[in-house]
Each structure stands twice: as C-alpha cells, then as structure tokens.
C-alpha cells in the first residue's frame, strides 16, 4: 500500500515563502514521477509542478521562476519550494506520484495525497 503524506502548508502574507514536503511510504523502490498539483476554491485540480525519475520537470506557467520542485530520491520525498507567493496562489495542494515500483510490483496507476492548504494573504 502506497500512501502520501503532505506537509508544510499554512498562511502567509504575499511575498513571502513556503516549502511543502510530501513522504510516500511502502515498501517502494523507486516512483517515476512525483509532483504536485493544487485547487483553489471554485477552479479545477491544476498541475503545479512535476519531476520525473530522470530529474526532467515541468512546470505551470504561472508559477515559473518563483517555485522550484526537488526530490530526494533515496528517501521517496518531494518538495515544492514556493518564493514570491501570490493571493493567487491560494489553494490545497496535493501531492502526486505516477508509476511506483516495490520489491515485487509495479504500480502504474496514480497515487494522492490528502491535500495541504496554502492560504496568501494580500
């Protein structure tokens, strides 16, 4: 059983930063891909930011040059470091993993987290 755990949202004044943490746990060998999406109140689930296994990554246009997405890869963790925030920016984000390899599986099918809320106040 896979699980993501998120952590790190919270409320801050525009400009400033945050950093969101997300841990996948299981008894997991490797993830293809492990990102973050987010939605805000009103709007479609959003893709924020991806990084693949080989360390490619994609990201919003909106968020371009003030967030920076990170993995560690021995530790199956994912981190999204957002600078200059926005009150657009406001949302639950939520961790994402595409792809988990265990010991004995592969699992192609995709895996969330419960959701972290970012709340920027102007």
């Known amino acids: 059983q896979v699980q993501l755990v998120e952590s790190g949202g919270g409320l801050v004044q525009a400009g400033e930063s945050l950093r969101l943490s997300c841990a996948a746990t299981?008894?997991?060998?490797?993830?293809?891909?492990m990102g973050w999406y987010r939605q805000a109140p009103g709007k479609e689930r959003e893709l924020v930011a991806i990084?693949?296994?080989?360390?490619?990554?994609n990201y919003a246009d909106s968020v371009k040059g003030r967030f920076t997405i990170s993995r560690d890869y021995t530790k199956n963790t994912v981190s999204l470091q957002m600078d200059s925030l926005k009150s657009e920016d406001t949302a639950v984000y939520y961790c994402?993993?595409?792809?988990?390899?265990?010991?004995?599986?592969?699992?192609?099918?995709?895996?969330w987290g419960k959701g972290t809320l970012v709340t920027v106040s102007s």
């Open positions: 994402n993993s595409v792809g988990v390899s265990t010991a004995t599986e592969f699992y192609a099918m995709e895996y």
């Open positions: 990084m693949s296994r080989g360390g490619s990554t």
């Open positions: 299981g008894s997991i060998v490797s993830i293809n891909v």
